[in-house]
């Protein structure tokens, strides 16, 4: 039974299109968070998420949107795909808002290529 | 602000041979430090972590990490390494304040038959 998961797995698309990316968690977890990670396998927060409250907002382009129905579950919406958004995201959980102290159960990613 | 440096990019080990992987960091508390791991096409699995106490953590798969506060460092080590541990590792600091992980750049290891 999968901690985090994340759907789809793998995701090619073209330029201009939008895509979203689901993540569901079953720990139990407040708090879940997107990341991202470049071809040079740099990791880097894109947002977070705790009971449903957005906490964490980087600098990330607009045209990146999570949303988070429930505690559980936070979504990825990416609209006007641009090549260099080609990269790993993935998604992550924490017990608590505090996540930092505590460290994150990770999702197995999702590759997005963008063409 | 909080950062991590792994200096070492590439890292190739011979089979049965011990590991040290290096991680140093910059926070200004005391700090949560983390060892993930990631092998290919999968997500990040945590390796162990320190927050406080024992400055010598054990984690899983056999590795440990010391904390050394006079170096800012957090070194990865495991006595002899298998194949299956070729990978990517990555070191991690935790902020208590932002609840954020801040990542190093990561170290690919590659083990030698």
């Known amino acids: 039974d999968t901690a985090v998961s994340q759907t789809p797995k793998y995701l090619v698309t073209q330029m201009g299109n939008d895509k979203s990316i689901k993540c569901e968690q079953n720990?139990?977890?407040?708090?879940m968070y997107w990341y991202k990670q470049d071809s040079k396998k740099f990791l880097k927060i894109m947002f977070s998420?705790?009971?449903?409250?957005?906490?964490i907002n980087e600098t990330v382009p607009n045209r990146f949107s999570p949303k988070s129905p429930d505690k559980a579950h936070l979504n990825l919406h990416i609209n006007s795909l641009e090549l260099g958004d080609s990269a790993v995201y993935f998604c992550?959980?924490?017990?608590?808002?505090?996540?930092?102290?505590?460290?994150?159960?990770f999702g197995s990613g999702t590759r997005l290529t963008v063409v | 602000a909080q950062s991590v440096t792994q200096p070492d990019i590439h890292i190739t080990v011979s089979e049965g041979a011990s590991l040290e992987l290096r991680c140093n960091y910059s926070?200004?508390?005391?700090?949560?430090l983390f060892w993930y791991v990631q092998s290919p096409g999968q997500g990040l699995q945590l390796l162990l972590k320190?927050?406080?106490?024992?400055?010598l953590v054990q984690g899983i798969k056999g590795f440990e990490a010391e904390f050394k506060r006079s170096q800012s460092s957090f070194n990865l080590r495991k006595p002899s390494v298998h194949w299956s541990d070729a990978a990517e590792y990555f070191c991690?600091?935790?902020?208590?304040?932002?609840?954020?992980?801040?990542f190093g750049q990561g170290t690919t290891l590659q083990v030698k038959p």
């Open positions: 992550a959980s924490s017990p608590a808002e505090k996540g930092g102290t505590y460290g994150y159960t």
């Open positions: 991690a600091v935790g902020s208590s304040n932002t609840g954020k992980l801040i």
């Open positions: 926070y200004g508390a005391t700090p949560y």
């Open positions: 720990l139990g977890h407040d708090t």
């Open positions: 320190y927050f406080s106490g024992d400055t």
């Open positions: 998420y705790n009971n449903k409250e957005l906490i």
